[in-house]
């Protein structure tokens, strides 16, 4: 049978670079079914909710879901989508890999680090958010538990060791956080301890962000707890090229959601103007972790093609094209 995936193409710039990414997987040759399904304010509009259960039971069903950036309406109640459904389907490891394309307006032209951020717990398990009726004070807890750090640090080496990989750099801030960053960082060494073929690094996180800003060839692989990760993540997105050239694969035992790492960009929705790359590299994602990897490196070197020639560019990598442009432009080279 034909595999299905279900496609959320979500809000702002979503659509428009998930019909981009799915007219390439076509132009390659891929032959999958695709499920169509709502989230979002294209759902709340439709149905009155953000999440549908139509939406729930296809992630469910197919397995396979790619996606685009969702919009949380800020502030009226709503909590984030893509929390809900990190922790509804269990996806604990969120798999943010930066790669230099040559031709980008990057200030690097060798970076290869992948982000592997928990995904479920931490500042973002929404656990204790009390703001009081006056409105003067607020908390929220954060939660890690050695389950959790357990699964993601060895995910992270794991997939070091797969990817021939050399180095797992901890990131942390056990020095203040004494009990949950403090545990996550326990974790991690132990679990260093069962991969000596890969060298264990650790890292405060505030000394991390400098030292990817300016040493970025130290890193290779990088572990952290889910607040950094969505930190560092971004940061790392811009020593490529910004966030149009840096994907995201949520895992879990029994789902992967494949999506960008930013958001729906509502300063350039509807304009043609967004950088698809960011999609495309995720249903790359997809693509190797279905074991279609001779698939995968062809859309790649199709990609790295256009951007290095720079003649149909969007306006984040130097160009004056549109996202249609860019599309037709790998497709052609396909
Ligand atoms: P954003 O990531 O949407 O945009 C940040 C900046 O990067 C903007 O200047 C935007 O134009 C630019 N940008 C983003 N993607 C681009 C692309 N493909 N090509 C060219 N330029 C691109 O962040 P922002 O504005 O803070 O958030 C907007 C909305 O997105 C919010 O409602 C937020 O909740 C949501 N969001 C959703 C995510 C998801 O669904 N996974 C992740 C992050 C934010
Ligand atoms: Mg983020």
Redesign the pocket.
């Known amino acids: 049978a034909k595999q299905t995936v279900t496609v959320i193409r979500?809000d702002?710039?979503g659509p428009s670079?998930i019909d981009s990414a799915i007219e390439i997987l076509n132009a390659a040759g891929c032959d999958f079914e695709y499920e169509y399904v709502d989230a979002g304010l294209a759902a709340l509009e439709k149905t009155g909710e953000l999440l549908p259960p139509e939406t729930l039971e296809a992630i469910e069903r197919n397995k396979l879901t790619l996606k685009g950036?969702?919009?949380?309406p800020v502030g009226e109640g709503f909590t984030?989508i893509?929390v809900t459904l990190r922790k509804q389907f269990g996806l604990y490891a969120n798999v943010r890999p930066v790669k230099s394309f040559e031709g980008t307006q990057a200030r690097y032209d060798n970076i290869d680090i992948i982000t592997v951020r928990e995904n479920t717990q931490g500042m973002y398990s929404g656990l204790g958010q009390v703001t009081s009726e006056d409105g003067t004070e607020a908390e929220a807890m954060s939660k890690i538990t050695r389950e959790g750090a357990e699964k993601i640090v060895t995910f992270a080496y794991e997939l070091a060791q797969r990817e021939g990989r050399k180095k797992v750099t901890a990131v942390h801030k056990a020095n203040i956080l004494k009990s949950t960053s403090g545990l996550f960082l326990k974790v991690a060494r132990e679990v260093g301890e069962r991969f000596p073929d890969i060298e264990s690094a650790e890292m405060i996180v505030d000394a991390t962000c400098m030292k990817l800003v300016m040493n970025p060839d130290e890193f290779d692989v990088v572990v952290t707890t889910n607040l950094f990760g969505d930190i560092i993540s971004d940061l790392c997105a811009g020593l490529v090229g910004?966030?149009?050239m840096a994907p995201g694969a949520n895992i879990g035992e029994n789902a992967a959601i494949f999506?960008?790492v930013?958001?729906?960009?509502?300063?350039?929705a509807g304009k043609n103007?967004?950088?698809?790359t960011?999609v495309i590299l995720a249903s790359i994602q997809m693509l190797e972790y279905l074991d279609m990897g001779e698939t995968a490196e062809r859309i790649r070197s199709a990609v790295a093609d256009v951007i290095k020639s720079g003649d149909r560019t969007?306006r984040?990598l130097g160009g004056n094209h549109g996202t249609t442009d860019f599309t037709q432009a790998v497709i052609e080279r396909l």
């Not at 950036?69 to 949380?72: E, N, Q, R, S």
């Not at 103007?273 to 698809?276: D, E, G, S, T």
């Open positions: 979500g702002g710039i670079i950036p969702l919009t949380t984030s893509n910004g966030l149009g999506e960008a930013h958001g729906s960009a509502p300063d350039i103007l967004a950088n698809p960011s969007t984040d």
